[in-house]
T-cell receptor
Framework: AQSVAQPEDQVNVAEGNPLTVKCTYS??????LFWYVQYPNRGLQFLLK??????LVKGSYGFEAEFNKSQTSFHLKKPSALVSDSALYFCAVRPLDTGRRALTFGSGTRLQVQP | EAQVTQNPRYLITVTGKKLTVTCSQNMNHEYMSWYRQDPGLGLRQIYYSMNVEVTDKGDVPEGYKVSRKEKRNFPLILESPSPNQTSLYFC???????????FGEGSRLTVL
């Protein structure tokens, strides 16, 4: 069975500082990985995805994520946080090659950026 | 504008009173799905549909039904709602298998 772990319920960071939101996964075969963001009273919005290729993936709003196969991780990063980045972030995975096509989501990490 | 539209956005109902949450997408996507979001649990898939007349159970299908008679619509039906179905529900769609999901704005359901 596939699974995603987001070990931090909340991450606090000062505006202008770099941020990292952690994600580790478990899946059979090669992974297909996503990050989504949810603002209050809104649906989830796609940030970025990893299929194959370069381990560093760049996405929307200046976010990027690094795929590490040996550590089965896909941490979300941003060099300089903005107050407007405060939101709920979800990591998701499914197997690329076989198995069920549904995404499995982590429990979410709330990012709080202080001015 | 490309979008997934859910209705109602908010609903309070009572145990046993049948209800339907509608979902419509205007992107001609084959794949559609319903998720529920609960605190600390993330999003869990209820049902999904690979195309018209093709539906299948997700991780938490009990107490729910779906139908896919048209490509654009994928309603979620609660035949006899119970309080444990109080949740935030999201409909989503995508096109090719490697495409990202597009989500609706969510439907917050309270069952008393």
């Amino acid at each position: 069975a596939q699974s995603v772990a987001q070990p931090e319920d909340q991450v606090n960071v000062a505006e202008g500082n770099p941020l990292t939101v952690k994600c580790t996964y478990s899946v059979s075969g090669n992974p297909y990985l996503f990050w989504y963001v949810q603002y209050p009273n809104r649906g989830l919005q796609f940030l970025l995805k990893y299929i194959t290729g370069d381990n560093l993936v760049k996405g929307s709003y200046g976010f990027e994520a690094e795929f590490n196969k040996s550590q089965t991780s896909f941490h979300l990063k941003k060099p300089s946080a903005l107050v407007s980045d405060s939101a709920l972030y979800f990591c998701a995975v499914r197997p690329l090659d076989t198995g069920r096509r549904a995404l499995t989501f982590g429990s979410g990490t709330r990012l709080q950026v202080q001015p | 504008e490309a979008q997934v539209t859910q209705n109602p956005r908010y609903l309070i109902t009572v145990t046993g009173k049948k209800l339907t949450v509608t979902c419509s997408q205007n992107m001609n996507h084959e794949y559609m799905s319903w998720y529920r979001q609960d605190p600390g649990l993330g999003l869990r898939q209820i049902y999904y549909s690979m195309n018209v007349e093709v539906t299948d159970k997700g991780d938490v299908p009990e107490g729910y039904k779906v139908s896919r008679k048209e490509k654009r619509n994928f309603p979620l039906i609660l035949e006899s709602p119970s309080p444990n179905q109080t949740s935030l529900y999201f409909c989503a769609s995508r096109t090719q298998p490697t495409g990202e999901l597009f989500f609706g704005e969510g439907s917050r359901l309270t069952v008393l």
